[in-house]
């Protein structure tokens, strides 16, 4: 049964209320910190990513946010930020930035369910799983970009290419 098959029956089911459920099918370590917020670690091949997703009544959108830790030294930042533009122009859906107070990697994503829509289950695992995907994508060509002599273009060479299809 898919996850989304497990709600068709409840009308008014809360959108964090579903990423708990995602979280605890997963297994992913989570807090639910308000009503309307969630936290999870995710991990990932480069690190643990800390995911936090939160309902706006208010503007009717889901809000995710992916963050890791990343301390760049002061002379890599314009090479990172050009790196950012990089990575965000092969992002369709959610993009990078860079929290330089917090030294934080952000990638960011609204879901905006305007006229009391529902996110689905599947909506929302997707959601969270193009964020995993695109921070661990892009990882190691910001990691190149703020640590060696390369360009931001040759760092984004090694970025994991986008793959099609199932193995």
């Avoid at 964090?16 to 308000?34: K, P, Q, S």
């Avoid at 990513?49 to 002061?74: G, K």
């Avoid at 193009?130 to 990691?143: D, G, K, M, N, W």
Wanted: aromatic share 12%; with cysteine.
């Amino acid at each position: 049964m898919s996850l989304s098959e497990q709600y068709i029956e409840v009308d008014d089911l809360h959108p964090i209320d579903i990423v708990e459920t995602l979280a605890t099918h997963h297994e992913w370590d989570f807090d639910r910190v308000a009503d309307d917020q969630i936290a999870m670690a995710i991990e990932g091949q480069w690190r643990t990513y800390s995911v936090t997703l939160a309902w706006s009544a208010y503007d009717e959108t889901l809000r995710m946010i992916c963050t890791f830790d990343m301390e760049p030294p002061e002379a890599s930042m314009p090479a990172l930020y050009e790196v950012l533009n990089l990575a965000n122009d092969k992002c369709w859906a959610g993009a990078f930035s860079y929290w330089r107070e917090q030294r934080l990697m952000v990638y960011r994503y609204g879901l905006v369910l305007a006229g009391e829509q529902m996110a689905s289950p599947d909506q929302i695992a997707c959601m969270v799983e193009t964020a995993v995907l695109a921070a661990e994508r892009f990882y190691p060509a910001f990691q190149l970009a703020c640590w060696t002599d390369k360009t931001p273009e040759q760092a984004m060479q090694v970025a994991i290419a986008e793959s099609y299809g199932r193995a």
